[in-house]
């Protein structure tokens, strides 16, 4: 069965007020301050990141072309930022970190510790994603030694959550699950409600892997208690399709159907459509698990419809993976030989596409490197002006000083003559 879990992995420094007014961010993003627009864009990618990963690249873009026009830096470098957690979260991962490592050098500069913690977070979100967890734990410590020196507690604790993750990808889970507590305690006096459901899916899902069923549905319970009170929808949903999960792995079938089927119907009320495909294949391998295979059909073969009047091309080949493997376990193995066929076409249809996104990256950064290129050239000669300017006007004054002296000389000579 599949999980959507609102992991550090997908939802990169979920310390977000969820509650907030997106529009009052999006007012201030395109209407505020150079300082309120980067803040703004700093809150969304936050936001984005588990909301709609797409947007990513409207608020990175727009960002960064202001900051262009404006010859403001941390503009430049926060919407770079936000595409590079765009690349990440996209399947670009080396793209992504590239373009996070290259933001550095000039942050430290600056001394921005906020913005040095942030990158490093986003470049060791790209190292879990590569499942490098010694490169995704070097850059989680730094990420958390650079925020530290914030007096922000939120600031201070961000970066914990990749750091979770790396230690999990080390095999050392007992320190992954130390760190996420550490995160929840941080973060809890600030009713971070949000970021505490997500952490606590996590800390289950590990419980979940080591087969420590009572501890994971503690953890799923503390995953639903908190997304309910975030008001957030989508996280009670995932919430509510990872208990469904733990009850049928603990035998409670009706349980299990119970909660799978609130998580779908929230999820079709709040028109989430990968959760949404992603119920329907649930409750068909609830049923495949349970040996009602026609009514296993059924569900999967929902999946599939739905996922393609969506144009979900992964989750329609899950969904083609399972219905063969249904219609072979029935001895239908024309069938089954069927619905490989298709999902071969499929996947080659996902490279032709994948190609497609490879080259639009690449047109994205070379209008990046060619704007920059355009900006420093701009910025270099009204500098180069500004130097000379300066270069004359001190020739002036040296000169003016020169006379003034030797004026003052002469007068002084004349009085002592007379």
């Known amino acids: 069965m599949k999980t959507i879990l609102a992991t550090a992995i997908i939802s990169l420094l979920t310390s977000f007020t969820f509650s907030q007014d997106i529009n ?17 864009c700093d ?9 709609a990963k797409d947007s990513l690249r409207v608020i990175g873009e727009e960002l ?19 595409l590079a957690t765009w690349f990440i979260l996209s399947g670009q991962t080396a793209d992504g970190i ?49 925020g530290q020196k914030n007096a922000d507690p939120i ?14 990808l080390l095999n050392q889970s007992q320190k992954a699950i130390e760190t996420y507590q550490r995160y929840i305690t941080a973060i809890k006096p600030y009713k971070k409600y949000r970021s505490m459901s997500a952490a606590y899916a996590r800390l289950g899902d590990i419980y979940r892997m080591e087969n420590k069923l009572s501890l994971t549905k503690r953890f799923f319970n503390y995953s639903m208690k908190y997304a309910r009170l975030s008001g957030a929808s989508i996280a009670l949903a995932h919430a509510m399709n990872n208990m469904a999960i733990v009850y049928f792995e603990e035998g409670d079938t009706a349980m299990s159907r ?15 459509p990968k959760a ?39 989750e329609q080949g899950d969904a083609l993976r399972a219905l063969a493997a249904l219609q072979k376990s029935t001895g239908d193995y024309k069938g089954a030989a069927e619905q490989l066929e298709r999902y071969v076409e499929l996947r080659e249809e ?28 701009s910025n270099g000669e009204f500098n180069a002006k500004k130097s000379s300017s300066f270069k004359w006007e001190w020739l002036v004054i040296v000169f003016l000083g020169t006379v003034l002296v030797l004026t003052q000389i002469t007068r002084r000579k004349t009085v002592t003559g007379n």
């Open 64 to 82: 960064f072309m202001y900051g262009i026009d404006e010859h403001y830096y941390p503009a430049i470098e926060q919407g770079k930022l936000t």
């Open 258 to 272: 119970n909660y799978f089927t609130q998580a779908m119907d929230l999820r079709i009320r709040i028109n989430d």
């Open 350 to 377: 996902i490279e032709v596409r994948n190609s497609s996104d490879d080259e639009e990256v690449a047109d994205l950064q070379r209008t990046i490197l060619r704007l920059e290129a355009e900006h420093e050239v």
């Open 155 to 168: 600031v201070r604790a961000e970066s914990l959550m990749v750091l979770a993750e790396s230690y999990y």
């Open 43 to 51: 809150e969304l990618t936050r936001y984005y990141q588990s909301e």
């Open 276 to 314: 949404i495909s992603e119920s329907y294949y649930n409750l068909g391998d609830y049923y495949f698990y349970t040996s009602n295979y026609n009514k296993a059909f059924q569900w999967y073969q929902k999946s599939l419809d739905y996922s393609k009047s969506k144009n979900l091309l992964p």
């Open 98 to 146: 590239t373009m996070a490592k290259a933001l550095l050098s000039n942050m430290e500069e600056r001394g921005d510790d906020r913005m040095v913690s942030s990158a490093s977070s986003t470049i060791s979100l790209g190292y879990i994603a590569q499942k490098d967890g010694k490169s995704a734990n070097y850059w989680a410590k730094k990420a958390g030694k650079y």
């Open 24 to 40: 009052a961010l999006w007012d201030d993003f395109r209407n505020g301050s150079s300082s309120r627009r980067v803040k703004a």
